[in-house]
């Protein structure tokens, strides 16, 4: 089955107690992003990258970093997590190099206390 | 950057009616619009969408319109139906098609 998986769905976790966030694809798709989703906000875009080793900044990078060392992995990394960062989180994917058509996987809703 | 308003926040109809959903943007190089419906405590999920070189795509009871002189894209939805309730976004991205900026959503809900 084509999907986009995250791990953990759900986390609570402490101020600055690094975290990484999972997503994985089995759709050999080349662009994979992360957003956020908070209340009144909408979605925001954090990083996004269109190939391996390729990354980039969205609108809401600080705070985050992410890697693609595999064209089917995207781990999303908080290194010093806030309690701003208080979220939930969404990864997706697209055929091709850019966003058309993006698929999302299931959520992460990250508590930061 | 990109900045995509979106109207009404909140849209209640009698179930048989019609929905729209307004949005503008900022960004005259944006290219691509989508739309994503996103049910409680679901993952977003694409609708429809559209491309700057069409004016308005339909898609059984959901149609988008575009006007990219005005910069503002609109959804339609026909004949509702209480499974239409959901939060709906609007999406705009850039020439590169590598950036995507969110509306705030609306929440529609279709009363029976």
């Known amino acids: 089955e084509a999907q986009v998986t995250q791990n953990p769905r759900y986390l609570i976790t402490v101020t600055g107690k690094k975290l990484t966030v999972t997503c994985s694809q089995n759709?050999?798709?080349?662009?994979m992003s992360w957003y956020r989703q908070d209340p009144g906000l909408g979605l925001r875009q954090i990083y996004y990258?269109?190939?391996?080793?390729?990354?980039d900044k969205g609108d809401v990078p600080e705070g985050y970093k992410v890697s693609r060392k595999e064209k089917r992995n995207f781990p999303l990394i908080l290194e010093s997590p806030s309690p701003n960062q208080t979220s939930l989180y969404f990864c997706?994917?697209?055929?091709?190099?850019?966003?058309?058509?993006?698929?999302f996987g299931p959520g992460t809703r990250l508590t930061v206390t | 950057g990109e900045n995509v308003e979106q109207h009404p926040s909140t849209l209640s109809v009698q179930e048989g009616d019609s929905a729209v959903i307004k949005c503008t943007y900022s960004?005259?190089?944006?290219?691509?619009f989508p739309w994503y419906k996103q049910e409680l405590g679901k993952r977003p999920q694409l609708i429809i969408d559209?491309?700057?070189?069409?004016g308005e795509k339909k898609d059984q009871r959901i149609a988008v319109t575009l006007n990219k002189t005005a910069k503002h894209f609109s959804l339609h939805i026909t004949e509702t139906q209480p499974e239409d309730s959901a939060v709906y976004f609007c999406?705009?991205?850039?020439?590169?098609?590598?950036?995507?900026?969110f509306g705030g959503g609306t929440r529609v809900l279709v009363k029976p």
């Open positions: 960004d005259s190089a944006s290219n691509y």
């Open positions: 997706a994917s697209s055929p091709g190099q850019v966003l058309y058509e993006q698929y």
């Open positions: 559209i491309r700057s070189n069409v």
């Open positions: 999406a705009a991205a850039g020439a590169a098609g590598n950036k995507l900026t």
């Open positions: 990258s269109m190939n391996v080793e390729v990354t």
């Open positions: 759709m050999n798709h080349e662009y």
